[in-house]
Each structure stands twice: as C-alpha cells, then as structure tokens.
C-alpha cells in the first residue's frame, strides 16, 4: 500500500539490484516468433534465433510456417519500448529463412491496447515479411473496449461467431480459435458453446490420418491457471480432436516458449515479439519481465513450423530473435 | 436515502463549525471529512488492494492502475453496475456507491483479478 512501493525492490533474490519488477521490464524485450516444419504430419516448431544452427534437410517438409505473437504493438514501457523495432527483427529473420515458409499465423495480442494505429503500424510492418497470408486470432488486448468488433472487421472477415475459422493447406487442417471473449470473473480463457458446436462439427467429417493444427491465443492447456494461464473449456475442445493421430496446439499470451506431449496432441506456445514474461509462479504476477538490453532478442522469438506431407509427423521449434 | 441526507446535514453542521473555529481547526476539519468520502484501490502486480474495501454509503472509490500491462474494474453482476474503459499505466477510474451492498468486480482483460466492494 505504500507510495513508494512501485519503485522499491522488493525481492532481490540474487542481488542484483533487479528485482522481479526491474526484471520484468527487460524481459519485455523478449519475443520473436516459431519456424514450423510439418513432416510426415508431426509438427515441429524451431524458435527463429536458433534456425541458423539448422540444417536444410532439417527445415525441409511437407509445409512449413511461421508462428509469431504478442507483438504488442503500442507498449512502451521500459521492458521494450521499441516494440515496433523487435517486430522488424522478426520480419527479417523470417525473410532470411533459406525456404520461405508458406505463410504466418499471429497467435494475438497484435496490439496493445486495440488502437487504429497500432493495427496499422502492425499490417505495415508485416507487409515487408516475404509470407503474404498472415491467419489471425485475437489476444485479450485486441478486442478491447469493443467486444473484439474492430478485431472482427480488420482480420476476421471470413470467420465465424466471434472470430473462430479453419482451413487447409497441404492436407493439413488449420483451426484458429477465439478463447479471450467473455472472460469470466476468477475464470480463464474461454471457447464457449457457440465455437465448440462448430469445432465439433469443423472436424467431424475430416480422416483420422488428417494432421490438425490448432491456435488460439491463450494457452488451451493448464500451463499455470493461477495467472489465467489455461483454458476452461479445452477439454471439450480436444475431446473433439481425439481420435486424430496429429494434435499440434500452437498458443501465444505467455510471452515463453512452452512445449508439452499429452497423447496424439502436442502443445507449445510461442515467444512474444514484444516482452518476456516469467516462468509460472517463478514472479509475483505476469507482468512483462525486464531484461537487459542485450539481453532482449534472445528472449523473443518467432515459431516456424514445418510439415512433411505423406508422412505423418509434426513438429514445431521455437527460435528466439538474436 | 436517509442517510445520505443526515450525512449531509452533517456536512452542513462541519462546515458551520469550521466557519467558527479558525483556520487549524478548519483544514483539520476537511480532511477528516475528505476521507470519508473517497477511497482508492491501487492496482498493482496484477491485484487490487486492498482487495476488499469497506465504506459508507456515499463514497467514491478510484481505482489507479499502477502496472505496466493495462486492466478493467468490471462488476460482476448483469446489468454492470460499472464498468471502467481499459485503464493503462497511472489511468484512474472512479465509482460512487450510493447504495449499500457487495460489489464483487473484476479486471475483464486478467480475469483472475478480483475484488470486492462492501458499501455500508
């Protein structure tokens, strides 16, 4: 309750003179995105700072892509306060991929407080990416103050209900889901009636052997529910996913990179482009963690995945911007 | 309603005291009287302190979000008894409760965020 709290440090565990707020600040530098490669319909995703280590056979597939996130657009506080500059840093480590993926998704938070502008500076910027097709979901900070209406008109043209859409590409099926609309007090994410109605029937007629990549904004896996880090309907959602052999999960909102296995269905989210946030529980809150300057790039990512067609494999790698 | 109208002829009885005791007296006087009719809720590390506030009827309550990620003061109830734009760092929001009763409420971007008004 006192005044002075904010800049006080707290918790300086290493004794640094960083506490979990100083440190928050500069993990906002953090963020990039993912190279995904799909082969033989197992995803893999490669964070974008570590694809220079990678071999071309090892980039190579069926189909690959680009997953990038919470770019923020707008933020400006000491965690990044060039959050427009680390998303350029992104659009050229996806252009200097040795195979242009075929397209990006953005898993949300565009922008940072769903103004016009920072919108328009986010298009811009991904203009110069060689991707053309960009898929989005919206993060919480894009569909607020209007119940996501703008979000609806600039990027969910032909979506449905509240901005959920699936499509296809090299055989793979690509579901994009809404899970931060109508967000309940002490709740989580939510999917809601309305989208898991329609995702049960989206899938319902595709072949087993089908590989379905899903993303949505907010993690539709228990990463860590007392920050909101989670899902509450998700279960339903992959309850209608089961009985495909390839489950990718492609999530954003955690600002880190995240992978987990749990049966045919593979999870991972993707760093920010903006600022890092902590590892669960490992801060008092989630707020955006501050990194050294030099620091930041490694911390932000983009996720390019990769697909091999006639196999049946996916995998997804997450690299990070340095 | 009663009440609120003897809480302001209580006003008027202050304010006639403090045209009679002299300036001390009178700066003493109004903010005794200031902290009975505003509240603040600070919102910090992604919680809202303290997280249950009780006041008289009649308070205005501000909320002042003082992290670096931008959050909502929501009512949980349907219709919303209120319900604040997107605040950004050091934005306020303001409430005045003039009936008694529980205000439970919430941050809508970070929905795990809750508090509790209690209006007596």
């Known amino acids: 309750m006192s005044e002075k709290k904010k800049d006080e440090i707290i918790h300086d565990h290493n004794h640094d003179g960083i506490d979990r707020r100083g440190f928050l600040k500069c993990m906002a530098w953090a963020g990039t995105g993912a190279f995904c490669v799909m082969k033989g319909g197992v995803l893999s995703s490669y964070s974008l700072s570590r694809v220079s280590e990678m071999s071309t056979a090892e980039m190579m597939g069926e189909l690959s892509f680009v997953q990038i996130s919470d770019s923020h657009m707008g933020f400006n506080k000491p965690a990044n306060p060039d959050v427009a500059g680390t998303l350029k840093a992104a659009v050229d480590k996806i252009n200097g991929l040795s195979a242009a993926p075929e397209f990006m998704l953005h898993t949300g938070d565009i922008s940072h407080l769903s103004k016009p502008e920072e919108f328009d500076t986010v298009d811009q910027i991904l203009k110069s990416a060689k991707p053309k097709d960009v898929f989005y979901v919206p993060g919480e900070h894009d569909v607020l103050n209007d119940d996501g209406k703008q979000f609806l008109e600039r990027y969910g043209k032909s979506s449905k209900g509240g901005g959920w859409y699936s499509f296809d590409k090299k055989g793979v099926h690509f579901v994009g889901l809404v899970n931060v609309m109508n967000l309940k007090a002490g709740g989580l994410g939510t999917l809601g009636h309305d989208q898991l109605e329609w995702l049960e029937d989206d899938v319902k007629h595709l072949k087993s052997s089908t590989p379905i990549v899903v993303f949505a904004h907010i993690p539709l896996w228990s990463v860590y529910p007392e920050w909101g880090w989670g899902t509450e309907d998700s279960a339903q959602a992959l309850a209608y996913l089961k009985k495909f052999g390839s489950v990718t999960v492609l999530n954003g909102h955690i600002h880190q990179t995240m992978q987990k296995v749990e049966g045919n269905v593979t999870f991972h989210t993707a760093a920010s482009t903006a600022f890092p946030q902590p590892a669960p529980g490992k801060a008092d809150s989630p707020g955006p963690m501050k990194v050294p300057a030099e620091q930041l790039k490694s911390v932000l990512g983009i996720t390019d995945v990769n697909y091999v067609q006639g196999k049946h494999a996916l995998a997804v790698v997450d690299s990070s911007l340095a | ?120």
Request: aromatic share 10%; proline share 5%.
């Open chain 2, 1 to 120: 309603m009663r009440r609120s109208v003897s809480i302001a002829g209580l006003g008027v009885a202050l304010v006639l005291g403090m045209l009679c005791f002299g300036t001390s007296q009178k700066s003493h006087m109004a903010s005794a009287q200031e902290k009975m009719s505003t509240m603040e809720v600070k919102i910090d590390n992604f919680s809202f302190g303290p997280v249950t506030l009780t006041v008289p009827v009649g308070t205005t309550v501000t909320w002042t979000n003082r992290d670096d990620i931008p959050h909502t003061v929501v009512s949980t109830d349907e219709p919303k008894t209120f319900k604040s734009k997107v605040l950004d760092t050091d934005e306020k929001f303001s409430f005045t409760f003039s009936k008694a009763g529980t205000y439970p409420y919430f941050c809508s971007i970070h929905p795990k965020m809750t508090g509790k008004v209690i209006v007596q």
